[in-house]
T-cell receptor, first 109, second 114 residues
Framework: KNEVEQSPQNLTAQEGEFITINCSYS?????LHWLQQHPGGGIVSLFM???GKKKHGRLIATINIQEKHSSLHITASHPRDSAVYIC???????????FGKGTRLHILP | DVKVTQSSRYLVKRTGEKVFLECVQD?????MFWYRQDPGLGLRLIYF???????EKGDIPEGYSVSREKKERFSLILESASTNQTSMYLC?????????????FGDGTRLSIL
């Protein structure tokens, strides 16, 4: 079983819909990252969370440490949000990160 | 803004060749990482370095080596390239200072081994 699980693997939605991507982890972490990978490969760090909730524009990330679960939400989704979203768990050791396999999001105009 | 630059976006090499992938960061970061990304497997850590001339094996180091002679540059070396090393390779860097810091990624190198 992977230590970081994301769901769904693929998601297609209409422009304007509220999007939720989930991430569950089974290891002790110091922080959890949400990354966005655009077509062509470039990866951008969206959030780093150790507790609670963070918001940046239309993006919201939450984490529940007790339940070992994090969610990434996109409000008023837009076709430019189409990308792969990756959850990554920063372990309590060695500066290592375990990555989820990513969620491929496609927003239709 | 942090910039992590990978020397090539696309690279095609032949089986058995020695391949060098170069990564340079401009923010004086202590940590640098090499990952490969394959469909269905996500990002997997090959090697990382937390200081000049220091290196640590990641999860899949077999068939690879690395070099960190200068703080800003971290090279990934495929000693004798094989077709199963065809992949997207991503370099990242992060700072040690101020607690936990996010990793900053380069744009990736899509490597094909023929």
């Amino acid at each position: 079983k992977n230590e970081v699980e994301q769901s769904p693997q693929n998601l297609t939605a209409q422009e304007g819909e509220f999007i939720t991507i989930n991430c569950s982890y089974s290891v002790g972490i110091s922080a959890l990252h949400w990354l966005q990978q655009h077509p062509g490969g470039g990866i951008v760090s969206l959030f780093m969370l150790s507790s609670g909730k963070k918001k940046h524009g239309r993006l919201i990330a939450t984490i529940n440490i007790q339940e070992k679960h994090s969610s990434l939400h996109i409000t008023a989704s837009h076709p430019r949000d189409s990308a792969v979203y990756i959850c990554a768990a920063d372990l309590n050791r060695d500066d290592k990160i375990i990555f989820g396999k990513g969620t491929r999001l496609h927003i239709l105009p | 803004d942090v910039k992590v630059t990978q020397s090539s976006r696309y690279l095609v090499k032949r089986t058995g060749e020695k391949v060098f992938l170069e990564c340079v960061q401009d923010m004086d970061h202590e940590n640098m990482f090499w990952y490969r990304q394959d469909p269905g497997l996500g990002l997997r850590l090959i090697y990382f370095s937390y200081d000049v001339k220091m290196k640590e094996k990641g999860d899949i180091p077999e068939g690879y080596s690395v070099s960190r002679e200068k703080k800003e540059r971290f090279s990934l070396i495929l000693e004798s390239a094989s077709t199963n090393q065809t992949s997207m390779y991503l370099c990242a860097s992060s700072s040690l200072s101020g607690g936990y810091q996010p990793q900053h990624f380069g744009d990736g190198t899509r490597l094909s081994i023929l």
